[in-house]
């Protein structure tokens, strides 16, 4: 598929994409015309790419981490240098602050919503 479409299909602006191509997180192959060609795997690529990106990755880390993603039963460390490794545990760390701001706030609408149910049940009083 060419730019325009994988574009459309990801809501990843041109730009982006080939931003990203040059940062080693996506390929494309060239047509004889100069075309950027995608393959299928890069929709997923590139919204995996923006997911890690959204939640605070830099370029440089998630460029170690995707062969990773890609394969998670055949992890190849290539020699992961220690601000990596930090930025990797500061990250899930982060994540799972957020997870759990996410759950307190579900219970809470949960509860909300059981007692707005609820009252909605009991006759109104006249």
């Not at 574009?7 to 602006?13: D, K, M, V």
């Not at 004889?32 to 929709?43: A, I, M, Q």
């Not at 990773?68 to 490794?85: F, M």
Request: charge should be positive; include cysteine; charged fraction near 35%.
């Amino acid at each position: 598929m060419r730019i325009g479409e994988l574009s459309e299909r990801t809501g990843t602006s041109r730009r982006l994409l080939r931003y990203y191509e040059e940062q080693g997180l996506v390929r494309a192959a060239r047509s004889l015309n100069g075309y950027r060609e995608y393959d299928e795997d890069c929709v997923d690529r590139v919204l995996q790419v923006r997911g890690l990106l959204d939640a605070g990755l830099p370029t440089r880390v998630i460029r170690q981490v995707l062969p990773c993603l890609d394969r998670p039963r055949e992890i190849r460390i290539s020699g992961a240098a220690q601000e990596t490794v930090d930025a990797l545990e500061r990250e899930r760390d982060r994540m799972n602050e957020r997870i759990a701001c996410l759950v307190r706030n579900r219970d809470a609408i949960s509860g909300y919503l059981d007692a707005v149910r609820e009252a909605q049940r009991q006759p109104a009083a006249s």
